[in-house]
């Protein structure tokens, strides 16, 4: 053997020797003195019944052990009290915990701990760091009962029949934000009467806890808080809520802690409950970034029940047995940034007794979501208690079902594409806000909404606005690709509507004045339907006379069916009408006004500005009224019962009706008349107009033939006192032309035997000289042919309507006609006359005054002569002495 080998050997065997024999010495010195020397080096007395120690393994074996603080009342140190039956340390750091100070080892085992831990007084962190100075990578406690207090003696954590093995033990050595204070690669746990503190507000309590192959479960979880909402809201007043939860039973696995992460698996949650009371509290919105991540895979949430409290303490929102799963749920620095701060790869909800308490209330029966889909079962919604005035729906609904595309959020904003809507049975109210909203309010979140099909079926809804409702009976629609957009400006979303079809019975509408009904309503883009229209006053002509401050006209209308046939779009922001065909069929219109109110003191635009103050693009190039009655009667004080007016058997023909909103388009309106007059003779109007024309200009024309004299008596008896007794009017024709300041034009009338008869006020006793005066100058008969007769200067009233002007017209054609060209001259030859009757009668009545108060004076001046006679002979004799 060569020398070296031989020195080498007798080296290794010394230095073995060595080692034996310091190894027998330490584990006799750790026996007999370890005790002294902790006791008077460290802050702690322990004591044990063994005590084995492999200084090469660092390997410590040691039973009996009983630990205590010298000095309870140090909070600058980890305080200790109880007993270790075993403990067992596997390559225990001697170095470290003679020179550093620092107990590390791979392996630690705890058989029956006893432990009460009062946590040592927290470093500041302005003034110092304190390292862990304990580090085991495996903890493994056998049946272990352990008390943790904090440095107040408050309990911080405690738990008894502990069974744990923690491999791979990572403990932060100083305070950092979202990071956890404890990380591992695996574990098992097994304990009972769980207690965990986390700070001055709540506690945990956990029944049991078990683990079996990595499958942890936990029984009756209970987050308890610790104060009163009154004392929470007193200690806490920038808090926003206070939190109350418990669990009977929840399990999952593969829980993962990884400095800044939480990973675990197939959770399962039973019959969770959560209440959630708000303080009222603004709470302060941070704008830091958290870098705690959570990643949950295959959640459920079985038969939970949630409760939130408004700060009054009564009910804000409840549900009963609410069910979800979700696969892959997920919280990180990405999510956190997003509108919904949390992730997922796919979700299935359902819950029941679903009840939302506040300016709107809602109730809902059952309800079932998934990221594709979703059905709500009869939902109610009823106002809310709140103050403010707002939207609100008095409703419910049998059936919410509806189906997703898409749904995400790009850059904070929602772009969300459903393919259908389907809603079922809808009975209720919606009473709108009587304030006029804020329109200068921009998109929100919305970046693209779109539903590609809305069906509303069997369902009777009111619309409310506080003054005119809407009803809708047996209602179903159908509306296709509806559109939700920011406005370019954006100030506010643009809706739009690319089709849509609607049908409703006994359709309802109330007005002040009015009761609006329709049969039947059918409309789409295309064409619209509407049967059995009618338009009938709430009220009676004499309350509606008192009831309106100034004069107005009272409708009395219906109509058996309407029907249009076209293109337009009254839904989006570029709304228009373009009609190809309007027919309204066997219309009735009665037509009343009353002269009693005074007069309305507006200025009346005539019907070419009216139409170009229409705001969208509006064309009817057709529309016509067939088989129908127009019925005008109008009401003075002076007359007995209203004059009338009536247009039988009326058919109308509007062609090119427009609002001058399309360039390059025709603008002129040409409309056509037909109709019998007084149900006696006909009578056809020619009338245009151009709506774009400025000056509002206009012409009409017309003619009427063979109308009985007798046939005009109905209105104009009660107003000018005055009835046709006899004669034709065989022909009339008139054409006029005028604007807004008045009209011009020719009149024509062929008449025979025409005679009148004047009337007193009462409209029954003919007055005979008057009449006869009135026919003396009334030209009975035209001849054969009659020349017309120039109708100028006719002034308009602004404040009085077209057809005022109108009638203007004929009336002064009229007496040109019927009195002569010189219509003054005529005029004031009768009133001449008239006034000469009157002077007359007047002359007449004082010579009979006077021959009355003659008589009278006579027979005064005879009965003075008597008395005067009688007197003086009774004042002689009183005078004479000898009497």
């Not at 950092?176 to 695996?186: C, Q, Y």
Request: charged share 25%; glycine share 6%.
């Amino acid at each position: 053997m060569r020398k070296w080998v031989r020195r080498l050997l007798i080296s290794f065997g010394i230095l073995a020797g060595i080692l034996l024999a310091a190894n027998f010495g330490l584990n006799i010195w750790l026996k007999t003195q370890l005790p002294d020397y902790i006791k008077k080096n460290t802050d702690y007395k322990v004591s044990y019944k063994t005590l084995d120690v492999d200084l090469g393994t660092g390997n410590i074996f040691a039973t009996g052990i009983s630990v205590n603080s010298k000095d309870p009342q140090n909070t600058e140190v980890i305080g200790l009290q109880g007993t270790i039956d075993t403990l067992k340390i596997s390559r225990f750091g001697i170095y470290d915990a003679v020179f550093n100070k620092r107990i590390s080892s791979s392996d630690l085992l705890l058989g029956k701990p006893n432990l009460n831990v009062v946590l040592a007084k927290p470093v500041d962190r302005k003034t110092g760091k304190k390292k862990n100075p304990v580090l085991f990578e495996n903890i493994r406690i056998n049946d272990g009962k352990i008390a943790i207090y904090r440095h107040t003696k408050q309990k911080f954590l405690s738990v008894q029949n502990l069974e744990l093995f923690v491999e791979n033990l990572q403990m932060t050595e100083e305070s950092v934000e979202d990071k956890l204070p404890v990380v591992f690669d695996r574990y098992s746990i097994k304990g009972e009467k769980f207690f965990f503190r986390p700070d001055q507000m709540y506690a945990i309590t956990i029944n049991t806890i078990n683990t079996t192959d990595g499958q942890m479960s936990v029984q009756n979880f209970k987050l308890i808080p610790l104060l009163s909402l009154a004392q929470f809201k007193r200690f806490y007043p920038q808090k926003t809520r206070l939190v109350e939860f418990s669990i009977p039973k929840m399990e999952f696995k593969d829980v993962v802690l990884d400095k800044h992460k939480v990973s675990l698996a197939n959770a399962d949650f039973q019959a969770p409950v959560l209440t959630i009371y708000n303080t009222g509290a603004k709470g302060k919105k941070s704008d830091k970034k958290s870098n705690f991540e959570v990643d949950l895979k295959n959640i459920k949430l079985n038969n939970a029940i949630v409760q939130i409290n408004k700060p009054d303490g009564n009910k804000l929102f409840s549900a009963g047995n609410l069910n979800l799963n979700i696969d892959q749920l997920m919280f990180n620095k990405e999510t956190s940034d997003q509108v919904i701060p949390i992730g997922y790869k796919d979700f299935l909800f359902s819950g029941k007794d679903i009840v939302y308490s506040n300016h709107q209330n809602i109730s809902i029966e059952s309800v079932a979501l998934n990221p594709k889909s979703g059905e709500i079962r009869n939902i109610m919604l009823s106002p809310g208690t709140s103050g403010e005035r707002k939207t609100a729906l008095g409703a419910k609904a049998d059936h919410i079902a509806f189906n997703i595309n898409k749904f995400e959020f790009l850059n904070k904003k929602l772009n969300l594409d459903i393919r259908d809507v389907l809603i079922d049975h809808v009975n209720g109210t919606i009473r709108a806000d009587a304030k006029k909203q804020d329109k200068t309010h921009g998109p929100g979140i919305i970046h693209s909404v779109i539903v590609r099909k809305i069906s509303l079926k069997n369902s009777n809804i009111i619309y409310d606005n506080g003054k005119e409702p809407l009803a809708f009976h047996d209602l179903n629609a159908t509306l296709n690709v509806l559109e939700l957009l920011p406005k370019p400006n954006q100030q506010g979303l643009s809706f739009k509507v690319k089709d849509y079809f609607l049908t409703t019975r006994n359709f309802a509408y109330k007005t002040q004045f009015y009761n609006i009904n329709l049969g039947l309503l059918k409309l789409n883009k295309n064409k619209v339907q509407i049967n059995n229209f009618a338009m009938k006053p709430l009220i009676s002509r004499a309350r509606f006379i008192k009831m309106i401050p100034v004069e107005r006209d009272l409708y009395d209308l219906k109509a058996s069916q309407i029907t249009a046939e076209g293109d337009w779009d009254v839904f989006s922001q570029n709304k228009f009408v373009n009609a190809s065909h309007v027919v309204i069929q066997s219309a009735e219109a009665d037509i009343f006004r009353s002269k009693i109110p005074k007069d309305d003191p507006k200025v009346k635009a005539l019907y070419s500005k009216m139409l170009r103050s229409v705001k969208i693009p509006m064309t009817i190039h057709n529309l016509d009224l067939k088989n129908s009655v127009l019925i005008y009667e109008e009401d003075t004080p002076e007359s007995m019962g209203p004059g009338k007016l009536t247009f039988s058997n009326f058919n109308m023909n509007v062609k090119n009706l427009n609002s001058a909103k399309i360039k390059g388009k025709s603008t002129r309106v040409n409309i056509k008349i037909n109709c019998s007059f007084m149900n006696l003779a006909p009578l056809s109007v020619n009338w245009n107009f151009d709506v774009a024309d400025q000056k509002d200009a206009f012409a009409i024309s017309g003619k009427t033939t063979n109308l009985p004299a007798s046939g005009i008596n109905p209105f104009i008896r009660p107003y000018l006192h005055v009835t046709a007794t006899a004669g034709t009017i065989q022909e009339m024709l008139f054409n006029f032309k005028g604007n807004p300041a008045g009209l011009h034009g020719t009149f024509n009338l062929k008449h025979k035997d025409l005679k009148i008869a004047v009337l007193n006020k009462n409209n029954h006793e003919k007055k005979g000289f008057l009449t006869a005066v009135a026919n003396v100058f009334l030209k009975s008969d035209s001849g054969s042919f009659p020349e017309a007769v120039t109708v100028e200067n006719v002034e308009r009233d602004p404040t009085k309507s077209f057809f005022n002007l109108f009638w203007r017209g004929i009336e002064q054609g009229l007496k040109k006609t019927l009195i002569g060209k010189n219509v003054e001259k005529t005029e004031k030859k009768v009133k001449d006359a008239v006034s000469s009757v009157k002077e007359m009668k007047q002359s007449v009545k004082e010579i009979k005054q006077e021959i009355k108060n003659k008589k009278e004076s006579s027979r005064t001046e005879g009965e003075k002569k008597e008395k005067k006679s009688f007197l003086n002979g009774v004042f002689r004799k009183k005078e004479s002495p000898e009497e």
